[in-house]
């Protein structure tokens, strides 16, 4: 135990290895600022179809998450859609 | 049956050459005819590391241009008769050389040779496509560094696409002390994050510059580094060898004695 764990903070190494963590996933999902741009106008146009989404503040990323099956993490697409009105005005 | 095995790294000054220079000469103590060529084309440093930089005639250009035969380009090692090194040449670039080229020299090689070690240089463009075109595995270097780990991951998924059937992690210039007081990466921790196995971690050295210096590789001697090397070159050849303790001998004897040393 070292005297600065007292403190609760991070040992560099730590933190090397957090940011290389976050890093990695997106050098490995390989996805250019375009393709997510792509994306998140496709999964609008779908979910306008059934709801009334707020567009501005819908954001998506790759991250991690634990895999259940394999050990170890498995990329996963996240996408935050804030809903104005669950159901559609016709 | 020989093996063609790559060392790479894709970051630049993690050890490749040391690496390449020190399991080559394992593997020859352990009685294996070895050839180590040096893909740097235009940075070779190979020779230096081996000590054999004063032989050179011929280079790895010559013998893919039909300058000279293979084995007119090839240099005996001072200390090891099964031992070859094939140095690049100094003069020219990476262009000089194209992946056929070298899947068609190796070939040939194959028929002398056990273990064909290819010192593979920094970067993925052409050289590194050179290196790796006739490879069975390889071999990645790493430093508990986050640029060296991140690098290491991209060449790892490069060499996935290229269909190399197997690659090992060899954790380089790791201290023990630092990763005690948490400002180092352990073993642990690069192989958690790469997810590939890993088949030797090598400590920070003095010795490892002292054989460089001198032209010697310190592969099997007492040195804690050299020790780890012949470790990794039993793995290599398939032998099942627990990894060795990397600490510097604690305690108050040891320390004692590391201060008259």
């Known amino acids: ?90 | 049956m020989s093996e063609v095995i790559v060392i790479t790294s894709g970051k630049g000054g993690v050890g490749k050459t040391t690496t390449t220079a020190n399991v080559g000469t394992g593997l020859a103590k352990l009685n294996q005819k070895v050839v180590l060529i040096d893909t740097d084309i235009g940075l070779r440093n190979l020779d230096v590391v081996m000590g054999l930089e004063n032989r050179i005639v011929y280079n790895l250009v010559d013998v893919v241009e039909g300058n000279c035969r293979i084995k007119q380009a090839l240099i005996k090692d001072k200390r090891y008769p099964n031992l070859y090194l094939l140095p690049s040449a100094q003069t020219r670039d990476k262009t000089a050389v194209t992946p056929e080229q070298m899947i068609k020299l190796i070939d040939e090689l194959k028929e002398e040779f056990d273990y064909i070690l290819l010192d593979c240089p920094a970067g993925i463009e052409q050289g590194f496509k050179n290196a790796i075109a006739a490879a069975d595995r390889a071999l990645i270097v790493t430093t508990p560094e986050v640029s060296a780990i991140r690098d290491a991951d991209r060449i790892i998924g490069l060499l996935e696409a290229n269909e190399i059937k197997r690659t090992d992690l060899i954790v380089n210039r790791i201290r023990m002390d630092m990763v005690e007081s948490g400002n180092m990466m352990s073993m642990d921790d690069v192989v958690e994050i790469l997810a590939i196995d890993m088949i030797g971690a090598v400590p920070d050295d003095e010795n490892i510059v002292i054989s460089t210096n001198q032209g010697e590789p310190c592969v099997g001697d007492d040195s804690l580094a050299g020790r780890a090397f012949m470790n990794i070159c039993r793995r290599i050849m398939g032998e099942e060898v627990p990894f060795l303790d990397l600490k510097i001998k604690g305690g108050f004897f040891g320390k004692l004695k590391r201060l008259f040393r």
Do not use: H, W
């Open chain 1, 1 to 90: 135990m070292k005297f600065t764990d007292f403190f609760r903070r991070k040992s560099s190494g730590e933190v090397a290895k957090d940011r290389l963590k976050l890093l990695l996933i997106s050098d490995r999902a390989n996805c250019s600022p375009e393709i997510m741009e792509a994306i998140k106008n496709d999964i609008i146009k779908v979910i306008t179809k059934y709801m009334e989404i707020d567009s501005e503040g819908l954001d998506i990323q790759i991250t991690q998450t634990e895999s259940e099956g394999r050990n170890g993490t498995v990329p996963v697409l996240c996408a935050n859609i804030p809903v104005k009105d669950l159901k559609k005005k016709s």
